[in-house]
């Protein structure tokens, strides 16, 4: 089965930074955009920033500046680097993967910004 699995989630002061990966085996990596969603409590799912797979990058507002995805084709990783964490930035992180024909979800891992 695909398998999408994130790490690097954890407990963290505000103003400070965590690296998110999430490796995913059994997919043609490549050929698949690359995104981070989360989900905060009362709130729905968003986009926190896709790479596709030619490298174009885009940012929600929110975290715009603070947030950068990365990917490595040859680990089969994605990455997001969060700095200046705000407690607003708590909630489940999502790694998502995407073409035209297929859409794969990670279980998820949890960011807690403390104030």
């Known amino acids: 089965q695909v398998q999408l699995v994130e790490s690097g989630g954890g407990l963290v002061q505000a103003g400070g930074s965590l690296r998110l990966s999430c490796t995913a085996s059994r997919i043609s990596f490549r050929l698949y955009a690359m995104g981070w969603y989360r989900q905060a409590p009362g709130k729905q799912r968003e986009l926190v920033a896709v790479i596709t797979s030619g490298g174009s990058t885009n940012y929600a507002d929110s975290v715009k500046g603070r947030f950068t995805i990365s990917r490595d084709n040859a680990k089969a990783t994605v990455y997001v680097q969060m700095n200046s964490l705000k407690p607003e930035d708590t909630a489940v992180y999502y790694c998502?993967?995407?073409?035209?024909?297929?859409?794969?979800w990670g279980q998820g891992t949890q960011v807690t910004v403390s104030s």
């Open positions: 998502n993967a995407e073409n035209t024909r297929n859409v794969f």
